[in-house]
Every structure is written in C-alpha cells, then in structure tokens.
C-alpha cells in the first residue's frame, strides 16, 4: 500500500467516539486506519500527531463570499475567504449563489462558478437561491442535475426584489417533495418587520437610539412567526424544509415540537447567536455586529445549546458576509444602511469547541457532528465530506486539546479588519488542515495553494 502521508499518534474523533490510530492518506483519500501504518509505508510524509484530535475538517454550508452589496462587494472574496476556513480548521463551503434581476437560478450559479474557480483554496458547493417562484421553480431539475439540490428563498428582502411570499414557499416545498430537494428559507415576518421598522423611521429615534435600534425592530416574533408559518407549509406540502440561522430559543422550541410530530423540518443555528448577545449594540462600535437575524439573549444562546445537545439544531455555521469596518460605516449613524453580516469562517469552530467542549454545553463528539458530520449529511455531501473513513475524502482537521490562541485580526486571513471575537482566547484552531490529501494549514499558517479547492457535487439532501 502506497501512502504519501501518514498522520501518527493522534486520537481520531467521530461521532461515534475516540480511537487512538495512525491514519494513512494516499492522492486525494483516506486510504488506511490502524496502527504503525509508518512502518509499512517509510517514505511518506509523517505529521505527528501525538496529543492532539484529528478531526474531519469543518463544513460550513452558509456563507456568502464575494457577494456583491452596492457599488461594491463583500470583503472576503473566495481567496481570502477560503484561506480564513482553511485556517479555521474547514474545508468544505457552501454559499448562495443568488440570482439579480432577470437572470435565472442557473445564471446565478454560473456566476458563482467564475467566483470561485481557480482561486478558492478549500472545496465548494452551492446553494440555488429563489426570487421568483414562477420563473425559477422550473429550473429546479436542471439545478439537481448540476450537484445542487438545495434552494433557498427569504421571506423578508423585498426591497432587494428577493422575498418569497407564502404562495412561493407553498410552490416551491411541493416542488421540492417531488424532487427530492430540500428548501432552504431565511425566516422573518416581513411585513410586521416594515411595520416596526416605520415607526422608527425618523432623525430623531436614528439619533437616540444608534445601532439598538436594529434589535429594537426586531422582537423575538418577527422570527418566531416566520418560522411558525414556514413549518406549517412545510407540514401540509411534506417537503423538505431547512430554517438557516436560527437565533431565538421560542424559534427552537418550535422547530422540536414540529419535529415530534414528524414534521420534515432541520434547522441551523450560527456561531454568533451561541456566544453574543444584543449587549453588544450597545458598543461605540456596535453597529460592525448588525446582522440579520441579529443576536438576541443570553437565555437564547442557552436554549439553542441545548437545541444542539437534543439534535433540534442538525448543525452550526456561520453566516459569514464580511465588510471592513469602512464599509460599516457607510452607516453613519443610521441604523438601517449597516451593511449586514459579519465574519466567522477562521473562528467557527474555535467558538463551538471552547464554548461548547471545554465549557462542557456538548462533548467532543457533538461538537464534531455539528460542526463536521452533520452539515455534510444534511446538505447531501457525506460520507465524501464530513467523515474519517477509508475511500472519503481526506479531510482533517488537526486540534489542541487545550492551547488557546488570543483572537486577533491582524494575524488572520480575513480580510475583514475586525473580529467579533477580537481578544478572546480561543482553542481549537486548527494546528494542521488538509484538504483532500494537501497540507494546507502548518503551525497555524495557512500554507495552501489558489485554486486547490473544486467544486462539491450535491446529493439526497435532507438526512440527519
Ligand atoms: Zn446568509
């Protein structure tokens, strides 16, 4: 058996449990498990791994890259963004591709594609986005076709030409059922949110309240509603339904009650909403944390743990849409010009191990299914991703148990100059990552190549 590296010492960690083992990669794959692998296979590469957890790498099926926002784009391009996961410990991305105008879905993907390809450093898929049930519904099939069988539509954004109302939603589960795809949807009561949004449409409030006001107008209901409603459609039109970054603890109440009654519905939340709260738009910079949904309570970040911990939440991502601290603050002072989104890529799970393993919320196991198994299962990408068996792809995460690393901008990938998390300490950087079979990350350094990431054909959305 030929190896080229071999990864020796280490504890490898799934979700089914621990095993000390040496783990042998040959081109691209895992090719063997087992014990002293470097006595049958002397000239690979040996990286040691003694102390520390291998892991499969991160996936994060929600991000948006390069995407474009006024005159401009988002900071992270799929360069920078794929060297920040990289360094993250992830190696597999999903983002939306989103279709402007006229264009079809398929447009928007091949879009996508040209953003992509020849400069992302880790593995991509994408997600279909809908803004216009009627014209994009039957372009589903030729999307499945292409790897993509998962399709998101908002249900606010209708300044931006976006929102789905019920009857696309209705449309576009039943079509989903048919397909076998699963619909995606970003849940908030849209016009309750105008509502509230209209009454503090004025200089005066704008100037008193600052960046509270974007948590102020948004209530744990115009989210709870949202979701309430998206499951109902999902319940009558048994389709696959997937609420992305859910923020409030009533929202996961909601979704567990629908689960009990064998409702089709998965949700995930983000890092952001497990270790933030809205304290901080209270912050002189504290408009640089407006996103959508944005943060809410502490009492929230407790229910959504445990929402992780009883498998409501199948996964966490991160939501990553990265702007410099110069386009924030085309805010100037009003709330609602805030380019929203914030970066999370380099510290997903960083985040999720130190404040889920190492504060016990979940075990070590959990926090590789939410983070690395399950995203890949869900999204129709396991066992190629997601795992640590012999023929997937081979990639691995590489932790410390315990070594923190004090959370700096400056030092990281992004191009983002901020961090939600500037100065925490934080473990679970990964030390080493590989992405199919490649050393990307060494010591902590991103040392992998543009254009080293390919694309990830989906399939069977939906399994937990
Ligand atoms: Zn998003």
């Not at 949202?226 to 609420?243: D, N, P, S, Y």
């Not at 996961?252 to 983000?270: F, I």
């Not at 603050?329 to 999370?344: C, L, Q």
Request: aromatic share 8%.
């Amino acid at each position: 058996m030929k190896l080229d590296t071999i990864i020796t010492g280490g504890t490898l960690v799934t979700t089914s449990g621990r095993t000390r083992a040496d783990l042998g990669i040959g081109g691209e794959k895992i090719v063997a498990i087992g014990r002293n692998l470097a006595s049958v296979s002397k000239d690979a590469r040996i990286i040691d791994a003694k102390g520390l957890y291998v892991i499969p790498a991160g996936v994060d099926v929600h991000v948006h890259l390069d995407l474009p926002f006024m005159d401009s784009n988002s900071s992270d391009d799929y360069n920078t963004g794929t060297r920040a996961a990289a360094r993250g410990g992830i190696t597999t991305v999903v983002d939306f591709a989103i279709p402007y105008g006229e264009e079809t879905m398929n447009q928007a993907v091949d879009n996508w594609f040209k953003k992509a390809e020849g400069i992302a450093c880790v593995d991509y898929g994408f997600h279909g986005t809908i803004t216009n049930h009627r014209r994009h519904l039957p372009e589903l099939p030729r999307l499945i076709e292409r790897g993509i069988p998962t399709a998101k539509e908002f249900m606010i954004y209708a300044n931006m030409g976006w929102q789905s109302d019920d009857d696309g939603i209705f449309a576009a589960l039943e079509e989903c059922r048919r397909l076998g795809a699963m619909l995606m949807i970003h849940a908030e009561s849209s016009s309750v949110l105008s509502l509230l949004t209209s009454r503090v449409d004025n200089p005066e409030d704008k100037k008193k309240y600052g960046a509270r006001l974007h948590t102020m107008t948004r209530p744990h209901y115009v989210e709870t509603e949202a979701v309430q409603r998206a499951i109902k459609w999902c319940e009558v039109t048994g389709g696959k339904l997937f609420i992305v970054h859910l923020s409030t603890g009533p929202g996961a109440d909601l979704v567990k009650e629908a689960q009990g009654r064998g409702v089709n519905v998965l949700a995930e939340t983000c890092a952001h909403y497990l270790v933030l709260d809205d304290s901080v738009f209270g912050r002189k910079d504290g408009h640089l944390f407006a996103c959508q949904p944005q943060v809410k309570t502490k009492a929230d970040q407790k229910r959504l743990w445990q929402g992780l911990r009883e498998n409501t939440l199948c996964n966490v991502s991160t939501d990553t849409c990265t702007f410099t601290t110069r386009q924030k603050s085309i805010w100037n002072g009003d709330y609602s010009k805030i380019p929203m989104g914030m970066p999370g890529l380099e510290t997903l799970l960083p985040i999720v191990y130190t404040h889920g393993v190492l504060k016990r919320q979940l075990t070590l196991e959990q926090f590789v299914r939410k983070c690395c198994t399950d995203p890949a299962k869900v999204m129709g990408m396991y066992p190629r991703k997601g795992s640590l068996e012999v023929g997937t792809d081979a990639d691995i995460a590489i932790i410390h148990p315990t070594r923190r690393i004090k959370v700096d901008w400056h030092k990281m990938e992004t191009n983002a100059d901020w961090s939600p998390y500037q100065d925490w300490e934080l473990a679970g950087f990964a030390e080493t990552t590989l992405c199919r079979g490649a050393v990307i990350v060494e010591d902590y350094k991103f040392t992998g190549q543009n254009g080293h990431g390919c694309f990830v054909p989906r399939k069977n959305p939906g399994n937990q």
